[in-house]
């Protein structure tokens, strides 16, 4: 067979298959339209009333449905409500998202690993500066908390037993920092003795290539107790010890670490009771003014350091309870209630209402220790390591169990309220009820007694 042949036939063959696949699409759509004709006389025939039943077509099958109780009774009722109250299933919905939302972040941030940095060779680079009673279970819980985390911890003492008492915990990255503010001249050598430490070389251990420290914070913690009473029977020795140790203290320990401050760019923190400061309730005068000072301080040295790029946080702490340090504590007043010692006049004017007030603070956790547990101290060491390390801090941080609660309805509520709820109420005072007020007092004495 030539080339020629062999040529004709392959041009014959592709024109065989073009005719079989024109032929068999061809059958096909005239298949198809045969099956709808068809579909369409059976369905007409089945709807013609002259037919006979025998002769009419078998109606379709139904098609398939859900069960009803499902679609009919719970799925087309819900869509319904939604499509009549459209308002509240968005506020519905923007709740439930919210709170899914706000927990989520909270179980995130509580589960997130907090440790400090390290240096290259593994070594401890971050110091944190304490400044509060080296007794106090604040400064105790916190001091430990961060030098858990991979800190130096020095914590700023006052006196020789405070220092041979942090000397006492046996840790060797808590370490104290004698800071005598009332000399001159000695606070300025401890202040260079720091700095040098902060600017040399530093070797951890034998063998350790030198890293350079880093001064990462300086948390300030006033003494958290005020006594309580009022007005005129707190001496104005009680004032300017209270003063004193509370306010002049805190800034001029805030003023001796404002240059190494700038030059590491260090946070400021500064914790400080919520919960009376907020109700501002009677007979604490004295740490309502001392939290207020305080809190002006605070956003004034804010506003300074804010302009050199430097962050100053406020905690404002609720209630704690401490009692994995040194018992339970809570971050108010504890002192005794007595009123013995008040003159006749001033037991007669204030006796019944300081001691209504006491009792009802300490039924609600707010005045007194024996009230009911505060919030773990888990929270307030996330809060502090926080404050120190996220690249934008908030500048206010409420802390602690009723520190948020209270700060509201201090703010909102109108300060009568508070005072009634707080078992506060109107004395009148005359010369005729004068003999029964002093029975009176004498009954609430009997009452401090049995207490």
């Not at 063959?13 to 339209?33: C, E, L, M, N, P």
């Not at 819980?141 to 003492?157: A, C, F, K, M, T």
């Not at 108010?332 to 209504?356: D, E, I, K, M």
Request: net charge positive.
């Amino acid at each position: 067979m030539t080339s020629d042949d062999q040529h004709f036939l392959d041009v014959l063959s592709g024109y065989t298959q073009d005719i079989k696949k024109f032929t068999g699409d061809v059958f096909d759509a005239s298949d198809r339209h045969f099956e709808s004709v068809g579909s369409y006389i059976k369905e007409k025939l089945a709807r013609a009333e002259w037919l006979p039943g025998v002769a009419r077509p078998a109606p379709p099958p139904p098609p398939h449905r859900l069960p009803s109780t499902l679609s009919a009774t719970y799925i087309e009722r819900l869509q319904s409500w939604v499509l009549r109250n459209r308002a509240l299933t968005a506020a519905i919905v923007a709740f439930f998202g919210t709170s899914t939302y706000l927990i989520y972040r909270e179980n995130k941030g509580t589960r997130r690993k907090r440790r400090a940095r390290r240096a290259s060779n593994g070594a401890r680079k971050e110091v944190i500066a304490i400044a509060g009673p080296a007794s106090s279970p604040i400064t105790k819980s916190l001091s430990l908390d961060l030098e858990r985390r991979g800190h130096i911890v020095y914590i700023i003492v006052n006196s020789a037993e405070e220092e041979q008492q942090v000397l006492s915990e046996s840790r060797v990255d808590i370490r104290p920092l004698l800071l005598d503010i009332g000399d001159t001249y000695s606070t300025q050598e401890a202040i260079g003795r720091f700095n040098n430490l902060l600017l040399r070389p530093h070797i951890a251990f034998t063998g350790a290539s030198p890293h350079n420290l880093h001064f990462g914070g300086l948390i300030l913690v006033p003494d958290l107790i005020y006594p309580s009473g009022p007005i005129e029977t707190i001496t104005p020795e009680l004032w300017s010890d209270a003063l004193n140790a509370k306010v002049l203290n805190t800034i001029a320990t805030a003023q001796v670490f404002l240059p190494t401050v700038c030059d590491f760019k260090a946070r400021v923190l500064v914790l400080t009771p919520n919960i009376v400061s907020s109700l501002r309730p009677a007979f604490h005068g004295v740490e309502s003014t001392v939290v207020a000072a305080l809190d002006g301080f605070t956003a004034t040295l804010r506003a300074e350091l804010g302009t050199l790029g430097i962050k100053v946080c406020q905690l404002k702490l609720g209630t704690f309870d401490c009692s994995g340090v040194e018992g339970k504590h809570h971050l108010q007043p504890t002192q005794s209630w007595s009123t013995v010692t008040w003159g006749a006049s001033t037991r007669a004017a204030y006796s019944r209402n300081f001691l209504n007030q006491n009792r009802v603070g300490r039924n609600r956790g707010i005045l007194d220790q024996n009230g009911s547990a505060g919030s773990s101290l888990r929270e307030l060491h996330n809060a502090v390591f926080d404050a120190l390390t996220q690249r934008s801090p908030r500048a206010v941080w409420r802390v602690g169990r009723g520190s948020f609660t209270y700060d509201v309805v201090g703010n909102w509520m109108p300060a009568g309220l508070v005072g009634w709820m707080l078992g506060v109420r109107r004395v009148s005072l005359n010369e005729g009820g004068e003999p029964q007020l002093e029975d009176s007092v004498q009954s609430w004495e009997k009452v401090e007694t049995a207490v």
